[in-house]
């Protein structure tokens, strides 16, 4: 609700004169079969012919009225109700923004977009309905019934009954409704996440020959929906027939007992006529309010997933009194635990300690599942740590202003990717305010410089969302040159070299080696090519450091840096191939 009601923020005129407009509309509605009857009691049956014109007039400004406040209630309730969703929208990208990783984790990105569109357009749609119909219906139903009242009391016992029958009938419907209507959405919300997720990967899909496989998971989840819709509308279109049967009846009784009351003489012509329209009134708004409970029914669900992230408080948030400027590049951790989940039993890091000094080259080797990745994102503070502290310059982590530290530790994440732009444009992502000089001198470091020149238009090339028109090493290359413009104090890359041929490889580290020797930068790798010449080597092994050193001190002391290096200097062994391609 308090989400709702900052949605509205800006909004609130045209939120208000929505139902007001409505309401008018009703007041003319309900004036022009009053019109009606004296137009013909007064009028057609007496002869009347000045009486018929000046009320046939006053029937058409009320008409004209109401057309007019028919079409600005419709237009403000549009506005209100666009204006409502692109708050929704903006607030939520905001906060998104704002999230860390374990957040975005908590919600997952594929629901994060179902939430951003769909969910939003159901709340629009159904507050649209709620300021437009919410007031009118029930104002046209009270006010219809009060002047069926005043013209005959008998004749109006017939409505209150139909309408009591239809509330009962539609209030019972309700709690069936609802709740298949949450099951709809909960598929709703499966499918869009496949969607997303065999479009996003549909080369992976291709090459691994899943077309036929994602089409029938495709066309089940589809086809679940259409079931779950069919049985939903099955009963709403139930009360359709349920209610027009219930109309006629109520005409066919009012025209039977009228007539009898019209020849007894207690009543006259024009106001049976008018009774029948105020008894249609009645009931289409009878209708309308149905039909506005469903919407709301099928909003709630989705209101309650927009509040969720609305709600979800960022979990690494800047300190009070930040810190700027990170002195230097020294590491420290010192009894480091962390869990990604805190109910986990097992931490993914288990009581790591590590002191790097500012400007060494630092290896990071271990198998898959070793807990790499979660190491070195911990230090730009992608996420925190658990239990124990990390400093870096000389500073808890955490005493730091988040964007600086972010800038000043510069991460080449695993899974990078670029964004759509042209080069420049990606590369001044991490400085915006860089020149051509600058992009090109870092390009040149990461060894991107040698494809860009041989592209067409060089530095202004367009890449694709996702970087799908340059090859994974060229990605990774323009990923590092990337986190190079930043100037950092500490680089981490995160087997950003993995699709590099080992000379290019070993070229990149020579340039930081010669370009940047105040950056401390650590380097995860699969390849011990690729950390060989580093000053120290670190191995990580299920969440815990199993040794720190040099390449030869490793050899000497290192079980299991022996086995890899071993394997890979074997015949036949990825590195080896690579060795001869480039000889
Ligand atoms: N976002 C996450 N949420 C929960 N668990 C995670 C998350 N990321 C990684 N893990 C778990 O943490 C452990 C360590 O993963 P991590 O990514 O740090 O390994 P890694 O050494 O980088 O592996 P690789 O060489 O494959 O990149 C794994 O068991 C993994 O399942
Ligand atoms: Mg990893």
């Not at 870096?392 to 994440?413: C, F, H, N, P, T």
């Not at 305010?433 to 992009?439: I, K, L, S, V």
């Amino acid at each position: 609700m308090r989400v709702l009601i900052q949605g509205i923020k800006g909004y609130w005129k045209d939120t208000i004169l929505t139902p007001l407009f409505m309401l008018l509309e009703v007041a003319m509605e309900m004036m022009i079969p009053r019109l009606m009857q004296t137009l013909i009691d007064d009028g057609v049956n007496k002869g009347d012919l000045r009486h018929i014109y000046v009320v046939g007039g006053e029937m058409v400004v009320a008409a004209a009225i109401g057309l007019f406040a028919g079409l600005m209630g419709g237009k403000y309730g549009a506005y209100a109700s666009a204006g409502l969703a692109r708050n929704l929208r903006s607030q939520m990208f905001t906060k998104i923004q704002g999230y860390s990783f374990s957040n975005i984790d908590h919600f997952s990105s594929s629901s994060l977009i179902t939430r951003l569109t769909t969910d939003v357009t159901n709340v629009q749609n159904a507050f649209q309905m709620v300021i437009r119909m919410g007031m009118r219906s029930p104002a046209s139903m009270i006010v219809a019934m009060i002047m069926a009242f005043n013209l005959s009391h008998e004749l109006s016992v017939i409505y209150l009954v139909a309408v009591i029958f239809l509330a009962i009938a539609v209030l019972g419907t309700m709690p069936i409704t609802h709740k298949m209507f949450t099951a709809v959405f909960k598929r709703y919300d499966a499918l869009n996440a496949s969607v997303q997720e065999n479009v996003r990967n549909i080369r992976v899909v291709k090459a691994y020959v899943r077309e036929d496989y994602e089409r029938e998971k495709f066309i089940q989840g589809t086809t679940e929906i259409y079931h779950s819709f069919i049985r939903v509308e099955r009963i709403i279109t139930m009360m359709m027939p349920l209610m027009m049967a219930t109309v006629y009846t109520c005409i066919l009784l009012i025209s039977w007992n009228g007539a009898h009351f019209i020849i007894a003489g207690n009543l006259k012509v024009g106001s049976l006529m008018s009774l029948l329209t105020y008894c249609m009134n009645i009931l289409m708004s009878l209708m309308m309010l149905a039909i506005m409970f469903v919407m709301i029914m099928m909003s709630t669900a989705s209101m309650q997933r927009i509040s969720e992230v609305m709600t979800e408080e960022p979990n690494i948030v800047n300190p009070e009194n930040p810190v700027y400027d990170v002195e230097n590049g020294d590491i420290v951790f010192e009894h480091v635990d962390f869990k990604y989940n805190q109910n986990a039993e097992d931490p993914v890091l288990k009581d790591v300690n590590l002191s790097i000094h500012s400007g060494e080259m630092i290896g990071i080797i271990g198998g898959t599942g070793s807990a790499k990745t979660s190491l070195v994102n911990l230090i730009s503070r992608l996420y925190d740590v658990s239990s124990g502290s990390i400093s870096v310059g000389g500073r808890d982590v955490r005493e730091y202003d988040l964007k600086a530290l972010r800038d000043q530790v510069s991460v080449v994440l695993q899974k990078n990717t670029l964004f759509s732009g042209t080069i420049y444009e990606n590369l001044r992502w991490g400085n915006k305010d860089a020149t051509d000089e600058q992009c090109q001198e870092a390009c040149r470091l990461a060894c991107a410089d040698e494809f860009i020149d041989r592209m067409p238009d060089g530095y202004n090339t367009m890449i694709e969302q996702g970087g799908t028109n340059v090859s994974g090493g060229q990605r990774q290359r323009l990923c590092i040159a990337r986190a190079l413009m930043k100037n950092p104090k500490v680089l981490i890359l995160d087997d950003s070299t993995s699709a590099v041929d080992t000379a290019t490889d070993a070229k990149i580290r020579a340039a930081f080696k010669e370009k940047i020797p105040g950056t401390t930068k650590l380097i995860i790798a699969q390849r011990i090519s690729s950390v060989k010449d580093a000053d120290r080597i670190i191995v990580m092994h299920d969440g815990e450091i199993n040794g720190i050193g040099t390449h030869e001190e490793l050899l000497q002391s290192n079980e299991i840096y022996r086995d890899v290096y071993e394997s890979q200097s074997g015949r036949g062994a990825a590195d080896d191939f690579d060795h001869h391609k480039v000889a």
